[in-house]
């Protein structure tokens, strides 16, 4: 499983959603004039990243369950 490019790919997308999520976090927690500006951005990124890690995970569990 640990060999299988899309199991790591999908581990790295849900490492790169938590870390957009902390991000997003901390600047809420902060306030300021770059959430204001930014804070819709961010989650824009999220989400987007978000899709594409279930979508790598169904995918996995699709393939592993195939074969």
């Known amino acids: 499983m640990f060999s299988d490019p899309l199991f790591l790919f999908a581990t ?5 959603v938590l870390g ?7 600047t809420f927690a902060k306030g ?11 989650m ?7 899709f594409v890690a279930v979508v790598a995970i169904a995918a996995f569990a699709w393939l592993r369950s195939v074969s």
């Open 12 to 16: 790295v997308a849900c490492l790169v």
């Open 32 to 42: 300021g004039e770059f959430n204001k500006r930014n804070a819709n951005k961010i």
């Open 20 to 26: 957009i999520l902390l991000f997003g976090i901390a």
């Open 44 to 50: 824009r990124w999220r989400l987007g990243v978000q």
